[in-house]
């Protein structure tokens, strides 16, 4: 239906394109290591984080300090893989319904993570135990997941 409450009758498709599940994939940038052991540690065991507010919205920095370990550059990586909008609300399960949002940054070993609506309407009206989410951050950082033996 048109703007100006015409309708137009759009005939059904006579073509039909093969079904290639490998069409459009392209190589991770991120390959999987070889098989190795991992432990379940702490996600701050060397992650880094800082969150905050913005509105109703919370925003978490999560980082690889660039301390001159050799290991740095895999576990950036690592954090990178490991950061998805599905592990978010894993490790964060008051987001199971909420938007996020995981911008990765690899020039500076990092993340950035929103979780839209995670405050309510803001700092004012929040029943939260962390209204401004500043403690985020570091609640995070004590959630456990595994972690390769190699990058600890």
Do not use: C
Not at 23 to 45: H, K, Q
Not at 56 to 82: F, Q, S, Y
Not at 86 to 113: C, F, I, Q, S, T
Not at 129 to 152: C, I, M, N, T, Y
């Amino acid at each position: 239906m048109h703007p100006d409450g015409r309708r137009e009758v759009v005939a059904d498709p006579t073509a039909f394109s093969e079904h290639d599940p490998e069409a459009g994939r392209r190589a991770s940038p991120f390959p999987a290591p070889a098989d190795s052991v991992n432990r379940r540690v702490p996600l701050g065991t060397f992650v880094h984080a800082r969150s905050g507010d913005k509105g109703g919205d919370a925003n978490i920095g999560l980082w690889v300090a660039n301390d001159g370990d050799p290991r740095r550059e895999a576990r950036i990586t690592w954090l990178a893989k490991l950061i998805s909008p599905v592990k978010v609300r894993e490790l964060v399960p008051e987001a199971a319904d909420l938007d996020v949002e995981v911008y990765v940054l690899p020039h500076l070993g990092a993340v950035n993570v929103i979780i839209r609506g995670l405050l309510g309407q803001g700092v004012a009206a929040s029943t939260r135990f962390d209204p401004q989410a500043k403690g985020l951050g570091e609640w995070l950082r004590s959630r456990v997941v595994h972690v390769q033996e190699d990058l600890l």
